[in-house]
């Protein structure tokens, strides 16, 4: 076992002593001492000399302390692994009521944490976002009433306090033609609408004040379910598609697992306490429920980010 005070060891001692904490603890514990011997003697011997040869004894006791470090980390990880699934075994109800809290509760913070994030953590992709207001209708059954158009006219015309004042309605549809039906999000909107959020459209213009009458024709600017074919249009490659939604959905899907594994592990804690006797989390019963939603939100961002990478350039531009 190690019984050395790191303070009466000469500088090379203690860098090598230092390195010695790569090991697992009871290893260090049981063979430090000897390997810190063992350098030492072999240091003397070639203290004599210079150049490569001293610059080999150190690359060379260096690259077996790594060696050795990593197959001991593998044996013990091993070891757990054989206990975990034993344990499993033994278990398998509980376990599987381990695994069920743990998704849920993953899963619950994970739709948390996108809607606080949306909502409060990040700010809106517009130009001076704390100045947008966005005003409902009253009524006396409800508070958050629809505006109709003629009030939007008479707040627009006779109201002093904003510097400009838009109209949208939600809407949804099927975009039909050549290809496969597409599903679209988007909104009717006014003519000003754009301008009021102090934003340009990728591709194409916006809409003019002569359309924003009932006897124009309608007009359409795509929005992000179009987005896709732009970059490809634009000279992006399937491959950069691909991964801009990988990277947007993943870093979500990996922050929500976060949290949810944060806020689970203590329920974890707790149910284990309640059913059996208090005794030490497995930390490695966590890791492959963890690894098992993490591929599944992988799935889950490669089947959409793979459809976006077969969107027809063409097709997409053919109103432009």
């Known amino acids: 076992m190690i019984s050395i005070d790191s303070k009466q060891l000469a500088p090379f001692q203690q860098f090598y002593f230092f390195c010695l904490k790569l090991l697992p603890d009871e290893f260090r514990y049981e063979y430090g001492e000897p390997m810190l011997e063992m350098f ?5 011997e070639e203290r004599v000399r210079f150049g490569w040869t001293r610059a080999w004894l150190w690359l060379d006791a260096l690259l077996d302390l790594v060696r050795v470090a990593v197959l001991e980390h593998l044996s013990l990880l091993w070891q757990d692994l054989s206990f975990a699934l034993r344990m499993v075994k033994g278990n398998p109800l509980f376990y599987a009521m ?3 809290v743990l998704t849920l509760a993953i899963g619950a913070n994970t739709a948390i944490f996108s809607v606080i994030n949306a909502v409060l953590l990040r700010s809106f ?3 001076r976002s704390d ?11 409800d508070p958050f009433n629809v505006v109709s158009m003629p009030d939007y006219l008479d707040w627009q015309r006779q109201g002093r306090v904003f510097s400009g004042m838009a109209i949208f309605n939600i809407w949804s549809g ?5 290809g496969e039906p597409e ?4 909104a009717i909107v006014s003519a000003n609408f754009f301008g009021v959020l102090g934003i340009q459209p990728q591709l194409g213009r916006t809409f003019l004040p ?3 009458t009932p006897e124009a024709d309608g007009q359409v600017v795509a929005r992000r379910c179009r987005e896709m074919g732009i970059r490809l249009a634009l000279g992006a490659t399937p491959a950069d598609v691909l991964r801009l939604v990988l990277t947007q959905g993943m870093t979500l899907a990996l922050l929500g697992l976060a949290l949810g594994l944060v806020l689970a592990l203590p329920a974890m804690q707790s149910l284990t306490n309640l059913l059996f006797a208090p005794g030490t989390l497995d ?4 890791v492959p429920v963890a690894l098992a939603l993490s591929a599944v939100a992988l799935i889950a961002c490669y089947l959409p980010a793979r459809r976006a990478t077969r969107i027809d350039p063409a097709f997409t531009l053919r109103g432009e």
């Open 125 to 127: 992709p517009y130009p």
């Open 40 to 44: 030492t003697q072999r240091y003397q």
């Open 210 to 212: 002569e359309e924003d």
């Open 174 to 178: 099927n975009l039909t033609g050549a």
């Open 183 to 186: 599903a679209l999000d988007g």
């Open 283 to 286: 930390w490695l019963m966590v």
């Open 98 to 100: 381990i695994v069920a």
């Open 131 to 141: 100045q947008l207001v966005f005003i409902w209708g009253n009524s006396a059954s």
